[in-house]
C-alpha cells in the first residue's frame, strides 16, 4: 500500500461541492463569486499494490535480497558513545557476499545511562584509556556500568569522575566549578550512604569510596583528605571481613585497594590488617570471587602485594629500634638476639622481592636505554616497577643502619646490600614515576604512595 498524491480542487469549491478550475494562488469560480479562495492543501490517498506487485515479480522477477543467507545476529562493529549525550551503536549485516552497516543513534533515557555511556567510553576507547587509564586503578570500574541506577553515592561518584575527564580532555588547569559542586554532592551521598545501615556496607558504597578517592587526588592537592578517604574505605573492607570478598566485583575492589592500604600502613609504621591470615589466604583461595588477570601488569601488582605483606610491620619494628638508639648514648644496647633476629627476617624480606623482581618482573620490562628510561607497555607495569624498586631501597637503607648501630652477624651468604645496587634501585624508581608523570590519574595516587614508602623512619 503506496501513498499517492490526490488530485482536488480548493478549499473553498470543495465546500460549495462545485468543479474547482484549481487556478493559482486562487480560483476562477471564486473570484467571480466574491467567495474567499482557501487554497490548496495536498491530501494522500493509499492504494493497494499487493495484487499487482504480486503479478510484477512473479515468474522472474524477485524482491530485493528474497532468498539470500541473512547471518542470524548482526555483528556489532562499534558500541560506544560518541559524546557525553549521544550513544550510537553500529551493526553490520551479511548477505551472500555483502555487508550492509546499520547506524543507530538515540538519546540515553536516563542520567544513569549517560553517566554508563561516558564510563564505558573512557574504559573502552584506546583515546579514553590513553587519556585518563582507570584501569591502573583497579578492575573493579569494568563492574561500575551495570551497577548504576541503585544507589546514590554510586551515581554521583561516576558523574564526578566524568566531569573530571571531561576537564582532562579539555586540559583545564584546575577543575571547572561544576566539576567540584559535583564532588561536594558526591561527598554528601558517600556520607548519607554510611549513616544508613542499609546501604553503608553495599559493595556500590564501597565502590563509591574509592572512586571519590581518586576523585580527591584529581581535584585537590591536599593528601591528608585523601588519606582521610582510604581509611575509611578500609574501615569499610575490614567491617565486611574476607568472607565478603567471593564475587568478581568485591574481589577487584579489595585487590585495587591492597597496594594502598599496605603503603600507607609503611607510612604509619604499623601492621597491616591484610597480613592476618584470612586475609593473606584470601587471594589464593579458588572459587568463583578469584580474578583471571587479564594482563601481565595485573598480575605483577597482585604478586607485589603478596611479596610486601610483612614489609609494614617489618618498618615499624626497624623504625622504632633505630629511634632509640640513636637518642641513646650509651653504645652498649641489650637484647641482641632480638636486633639479629629483626635484621635477619629483614634481609629475608628483601631477598625474598629482589629474587621476585629479578626473575619475574624485570625480565618482561623493555629494556632501558642508556640513560636508564623504559618505554613501559602500559602505565601499571611503570607503577609496580617503581613501587616495588622504592620498597627495596626502603628495605636496604634500614638494612644498613641496623647493620651499622648494632653488633649484628651478617648472612653466611654475606649482606646482599651494595652502594651500587642501592643507586640502581633508585635510579630505575625515578625513571618509572618520570613514565607515568605523563598520565596525572595515575601519578597523583603514585606520588603519594611513594611519599608513604619513602617517608623518613
Excluded at 203 to 227: F, V
Excluded at 323 to 333: C, E, T
Aim: with cysteine; hydrophobic share 35%.
Amino acid at each position: 500500500m503506496v501513498g499517492t498524491p490526490k488530485s482536488m480542487g480548493c478549499g473553498t469549491c470543495r465546500k460549495r461541492k462545485v468543479k474547482c478550475g484549481k487556478e493559482w494562488p486562487a480560483c476562477r469560480n471564486c473570484i467571480s463569486a466574491g467567495w474567499e479562495c482557501d487554497g490548496y492543501v495536498k491530501r494522500w490517498k493509499f492504494v493497494e499494490e499487493e495484487s499487482r506487485l504480486a503479478a510484477q515479480y512473479g515468474g522472474k522477477k524477485r524482491y530485493l535480497l528474497e532468498g539470500a543467507t541473512w547471518d542470524a545476529i548482526p555483528r556489532i562493529k562499534l558500541s560506544k558513545p560518541d559524546s557525553a549525550y549521544n550513544a550510537e551503536v553500529n551493526e553490520e549485516y551479511v548477505v551472500g557476499d555483502q555487508s550492509f552497516q546499520v547506524s543507530i543513534s538515540r538519546l540515553p533515557a536516563s542520567q544513569a545511562e549517560k553517566q554508563c555511556n561516558i564510563l564505558l567510553h573512557i574504559l573502552t576507547d584506546p583515546n579514553g584509556r590513553q587519556a585518563f587509564p582507570l584501569r591502573s586503578h583497579g578492575e573493579f570500574y569494568q563492574f561500575i556500568p551495570n551497577r548504576l541506577g541503585r544507589n546514590t553515592a554510586l551515581d554521583d561518584a561516576v558523574s564526578c569522575l566524568c566531569a573530571i575527564y571531561e576537564d582532562t580532555r579539555r586540559q583545564l588547569l584546575a577543575s571547572s566549578p561544576g566539576t567540584i559542586k559535583l564532588y561536594s554532592r558526591s561527598l554528601n551521598s558517600l556520607r548519607q550512604c554510611v549513616q544508613v545501615a542499609a546501604t553503608r556496607l553495599e559493595p556500590e558504597t564501597i565502590a563509591s569510596s574509592l572512586m571519590l578517592q581518586l576523585c580527591e587526588l584529581m581535584i585537590s592537592s591536599d593528601n591528608g583528605r585523601w588519606n582521610n578517604l582510604s581509611s575509611g574505605s578500609k574501615l569499610l573492607i575490614q567491617e565486611l571481613g574476607p568472607e565478603s570478598f567471593d564475587r568478581p566485583f568485591e574481589r577487584a575492589m579489595l585487590e585495587s585497594q591492597r597496594a594502598f592500604f599496605l603503603v600507607q600502613d609503611m607510612s604509619r609504621r604499623q601492621k597491616c590488617f591484610l597480613s592476618k591470615p584470612q586475609w593473606r589466604e584470601l587471594p589464593k583461595q579458588p572459587g568463583k570471587g578469584r580474578l583471571d588477570h587479564k594482563s601481565a601488569s595485573l598480575r605483577w601488582r597482585s604478586e607485589l602485594c603478596d611479596q610486601v605483606l610483612d614489609v609494614p610491620e617489618l618498618l615499624c619494628e626497624c623504625a622504632s629500634l633505630v629511634s632509640i638508639r640513636q637518642a641513646d648514648s650509651i653504645h652498649s644496647f641489650g637484647d641482641q638476639p632480638k636486633y639479629q633476629y629483626l635484621f635477619d627476617r629483614l634481609v629475608e624480606a628483601y631477598n625474598s622481592l629482589e629474587q621476585w623482581y629479578k626473575k619475574d618482573l624485570a625480565p618482561a620490562l623493555p629494556l632501558a636505554d642508556s640513560e636508564g628510561y623504559r618505554e613501559y607497555p602500559d602505565v601499571l607495569s611503570a607503577i609496580v616497577d617503581c613501587v616495588s624498586t622504592s620498597i627495596l631501597v626502603q628495605l636496604q637503607r634500614f638494612g644498613f643502619e641496623l647493620f651499622s648501630l648494632f653488633d649484628i652477624t651478617a648472612p653466611a651468604s654475606g649482606l646482599p646490600f651494595s652502594n651500587e645496587v642501592f643507586i640502581e634501585r633508585h635510579t630505575t624508581s625515578l625513571k618509572a614515576y618520570e613514565f607515568v608523570k605523563r598520565f596525572p590519574v595515575a601519578a597523583k595516587p603514585l606520588k603519594f604512595g611513594l611519599e608513604q614508602i619513602l617517608s623518613p623512619g
